[in-house]
C-alpha cells in the first residue's frame, strides 16, 4: 500500500513563495511507476488539479490558473515530488493534497479519479 505524506504548507503573504513536499512509501514497487500530482480543494468544492509529474522524466503538467507561477519536481532516489508555488495569490489558499497513480495516459492526468492514493493534505493559506 502507497503511502503519502505532505508537508511545507503554511500561512505566508501575498507574493511570497512556499514548497511542499510529497513523501512517498512504496513497499514492494519503484517511485518512477508513479505519475504524482498535487490536487487542491476549494471549501465545498471538489478536488481540482493543479499539476502533475510522470514517473520517468515524462513530463509535468500544469493548471491554466499556476501556470509561470508553480513548478512541479521529484526525487526519485528519496521517493519524494515537490511543488514549488511562487508569487502565491489569496486564491491559492486551500488544502494541498497529493494524490499518485499508476499507468495514468496523459489525457487522465488532471482527473482526480485516476489517482489510487492520496495523502492527508497541508494547509496554504496566502493572506491578502
Known amino acids: 500500500q502507497v503511502q503519502l505524506v505532505e508537508s511545507g504548507g503554511g500561512l505566508v503573504p501575498a507574493g511570497d513563495s512556499l514548497k511542499l513536499s510529497c513523501k512517498a512509501s512504496v513497499p514492494g514497487r519503484n517511485f518512477r511507476v508513479y505519475t504524482v500530482a498535487w490536487f487542491r480543494q476549494p471549501p465545498g468544492k471538489d478536488r481540482e488539479f493543479v499539476a502533475a509529474i510522470k514517473g520517468n522524466g515524462g513530463g509535468t503538467f500544469y493548471a491554466d490558473s499556476v501556470k509561470g507561477r508553480f513548478t512541479m519536481s521529484r526525487d526519485n532516489a528519496e521517493n519524494t515530488a515537490y511543488l514549488q508555488l511562487n508569487s502565491l495569490k489569496a486564491e491559492d489558499t486551500d488544502v494541498y493534497f497529493c494524490?499518485?497513480?499508476?499507468?495514468?495516459?496523459?489525457?487522465?492526468?488532471?482527473?482526480?479519479?485516476?489517482?489510487?492514493?492520496w495523502g492527508r493534505g497541508t494547509q496554504v493559506t496566502v493572506s491578502s
Open positions: 494524490a499518485a497513480g499508476s499507468r495514468l495516459i496523459n489525457s487522465a492526468i488532471r482527473l482526480s479519479r485516476q489517482y489510487d492514493f
